[in-house]
């Protein structure tokens, strides 16, 4: 990936050097080689710390949000899950197009870096196969969708015809069933926000979560305020979730979150779609869950 760094270096040089942009995003080294972090190039002297490579994960579109209200013009790089966040956040009204100068990169897919901090701590086994994170192997578009200049070569969607598997597992639940496999999973949240904190598509300037009055939701982690912490985001998400894993990834109790934004996806497609959120950019166009017409069924009401 040492070409792809240096193809980085050479556009965050060019745009910086003529005024293009005031902020280039990117990453740097972290401190481990397993380790990649978010970092922002303001000057031509900043470019060399910029990196690419297999541990460069942290979808970048959300740190977007920090420059919401501003005027700066910004470089950033994406890859294809970081490119559809940034579908998200214009459709969302976040940021403007002409803000951005956007650097796609046909992503090869990525590796956990918290799966290699425990195989470096001498306290875990060494996974056998530390091969592409999970989010990655479930990725159904590696390929930016969005961008002003492309680095690296066209690559094929990782997941298959398996895309749903557990989603169905958990449909042929009984009711019983399934009420008991949620209650222990979300038994084990500790309420850190880490999921929201990540997601590019929990981009409201007030969350219902952070309201004192009214509260919404108990500051407990017990299991009802847990319930209505993930009911909420999750119907939050329905036809937005652009499917970038960010949550589920930085989880630090291993909530397998991703269950429930797949299970949205799978239902927004049945009842609206054909539709996966972030995958076209058309200025001006909504979301199915952001739109109405007068023909739409509305037999739950
Ligand atoms: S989810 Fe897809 S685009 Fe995103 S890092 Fe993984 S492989 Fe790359
Ligand atoms: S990151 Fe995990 S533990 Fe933290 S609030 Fe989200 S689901 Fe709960
Ligand atoms: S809910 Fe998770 S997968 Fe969906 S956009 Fe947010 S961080 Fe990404």
Redesign the pocket.
Known sequence: MTDITLKIREIATRLLQNGQVDIFMGWEKGQEEYQARPFFARRVEDVDKLIFNEYS?H?LSNDLLKYRDGQEKIGIVV????SRGIVRLLQDGQIKRERLYIVGVA????KDPLQAVKDNSGFFPTAADSG??K??G??I??NPIIYDELIGEK?TP?VGEERFKLVKEIENMSVDQRYQFFEDIFSRCIRCYACRQVCVACNCRTCIFDEMKPQWVGRETSISDNFMYHLVRASHMAGRCIE??ECERVCPVNIPLMLINQKLIKDVNKFFGPYEAGMVYIEGAKPPLSSYQENDPDNFL
């Open positions: 994960i979808n890859k294809g899950c970081d992503c090869p897919g990525m592409l994170a989010k990655c479930d990725c578009e590696p690559q990782r970038c894993g």
